[in-house]
């Protein structure tokens, strides 16, 4: 929560220089990271499908439990809405336009805004989330930490 986040620029992904596997996405306003990451699965059907989803579950239930002992009870926000909106080309708004770009599409669980006492003066929010950004693709727990609200996008419906 204390780690800088730019107070300018496009989002710019980041990858590991040996692997170049996706180390994070930072831009104005935000940092988008991936936390945990199951393993690949290609030829993983049935059971062992569902214990992969499950194991990412629990990894993630774990994290917010202790999220929500510091900071409270965290509350879920949709990405029903941004995810239509990105199918239809509708432009979406920070932070949701950087999730939407990294076929970040779980739904998020929120804390903030906070306000940490090593933590700049802007508040900031911090979101957790499992995605997967294809179908053998490893199921991943993103952190995102943003200066944006983050907040229920209106339904157009």
Do not use: F
């Amino acid at each position: 929560m204390t780690a800088p986040i730019p107070a300018s620029g496009p989002p710019t992904s980041e990858g590991d220089p040996e692997t170049g596997e996706w180390s994070g996405t930072r831009g104005e306003g935000l940092w988008l990271l991936p936390l945990w990451e199951g393993k690949w699965l290609t030829g993983v059907y049935g059971e062992d499908w569902n214990a992969a989803e499950e194991e990412a579950e629990s990894h993630l239930t774990a994290l917010a439990t202790e999220l929500d002992a510091r900071w409270g009870r965290h509350r879920t926000v949709s990405m029903r809405v941004p995810l239509l909106r990105s199918t239809t080309g509708t432009p979406l708004p920070e932070p949701y336009r950087t999730l939407a770009a990294t076929d970040c599409y779980g739904d998020l669980r929120v804390w903030g805004p906070l306000h940490e006492p090593t933590t700049p003066a802007t508040p900031r929010w911090l979101s957790l989330s499992l995605n997967q950004s294809d179908g053998d693709a490893p199921v991943i727990i993103t952190a995102l930490i943003t200066t944006y609200p983050i907040e229920e996008l209106p339904d157009p419906a």
